[in-house]
C-alpha cells in the first residue's frame, strides 16, 4: 500500500526555469515532510524538510510547500541546473512510520 | 573520509546461499536502517535499530536478519536467499528519529541472486 506517491516517473526542464517535482501522500497523520536527491549509484542524500505546522520551507534554490488539506506537497527548484539532474524522492514520517515516494528524475537541459 | 559505508558494493551469489552485508558509520549516530530498492525502484524501510535496539521491522521475511554489534554497526545477514532478494540494499543513519532528523545513506550493495 502506497502511502506516499509522485506520480510522474520523469520530468525535463530547461536550465534556469523552474523544476517543479510533486507528491502526494495518504495519511494525514503524518508530521514531517522530507526531500532526498539521488545520483546513480550513489545513495540518496537530504535535501530539505518541513514540518506538517508549516507550510513553506525555503533553502537557496530550493523550496518545499506543503497543502495539508490537499495531502501535497512540491519541490521547487529555481533555477534549475545541469547538475540538479538526479531522482529526487519525497518521503513522510509519522513516530517510527516512514516512507519514501516512489521518485522522479529530473533531467535538466542545457 | 565515508561518513556510511556498505561493504561489499557487488555480490553475486546463487540462490539457497546466505550472504551478509555490513554497514558502518562514522557520525556518532544512534539510529541505523536497512533500505530495500527493487527493480522499480521503489525504496522501501525494512528495519530500523536504535541505540542497538530493533524500533522498525516492516513484513521483511524472517530470512532477513539484522544485526548490531554496536551502535556504529548494522550489519544484514540473509538466509536461503531467492531469485526475488536481487535488489539494491541500503544503510542510512540518522541521530534520532527518522522522520525529524534527515538520514545519511550509504552507497548501496547490489545483490543479484542467480
Known amino acids: 500500500d502506497q502511502q506516499v506517491k509522485q506520480n510522474s516517473p520523469s520530468l525535463s526542464v530547461q536550465e534556469g526555469r523552474i523544476s517543479i517535482l510533486n507528491c502526494d501522500y495518504t495519511?494525514?497523520?503524518?508530521?514531517?515532510f522530507l526531500w532526498y536527491k539521488k545520483y546513480p549509484a550513489e545513495g540518496p542524500t537530504f535535501l530539505i524538510s518541513?514540518?506538517?505546522?508549516?507550510d513553506k520551507n525555503e533553502d537557496g534554490r530550493f523550496t518545499v510547500f506543503l497543502n495539508k488539506s490537499a495531502k501535497h506537497l512540491s519541490l521547487h527548484i529555481v533555477p534549475s541546473q545541469p547538475g540538479d539532474s538526479a531522482v529526487y524522492f519525497c518521503?513522510?514520517?509519522?513516530?517510527?512510520?516512514?516512507?519514501f515516494g516512489t521518485g522522479t528524475s529530473l533531467t535538466v537541459i542545457p | 573520509d565515508t561518513a556510511v559505508s556498505q561493504t561489499p558494493k557487488y555480490l553475486v551469489t546463487q540462490m539457497g546461499n546466505d550472504k551478509s552485508i555490513k554497514c558502518e558509520q562514522n557520525?556518532?549516530?544512534?539510529?541505523m536502517y536497512w533500505y530495500k530498492q527493487d527493480s522499480k525502484k521503489f525504496l522501501k524501510i525494512m528495519f530500523s535499530?536504535?541505540?542497538?535496539?530493533?524500533?522498525i521491522n516492516e513484513t521483511v521475511p524472517n530470512r532477513f536478519s539484522p544485526k548490531s554489534p554496536d551502535k556504529a554497526h548494522l550489519n544484514l545477514h540473509i538466509n536461503s536467499l531467492e531469485l526475488g532478494d536481487s535488489a539494491v540494499y541500503f544503510c542510512?543513519?540518522?541521530?534520532?528519529?527518522?522522520?525529524?532528523?534527515?538520514?545519511?545513506f550509504g552507497p548501496g550493495t547490489r545483490l543479484t541472486v542467480t
Open positions: 557520525l556518532g549516530h544512534d539510529t
Open positions: 495519511n494525514s497523520m503524518f508530521d514531517y
Open positions: 542510512a543513519s540518522s541521530q534520532g528519529r527518522a522522520g525529524f532528523h534527515e538520514q545519511y
Open positions: 518541513i514540518s506538517s505546522i508549516k
Open positions: 518521503a513522510a514520517s509519522k513516530g517510527n512510520q516512514f516512507y
Open positions: 535499530y536504535n541505540n542497538k535496539e530493533l524500533i
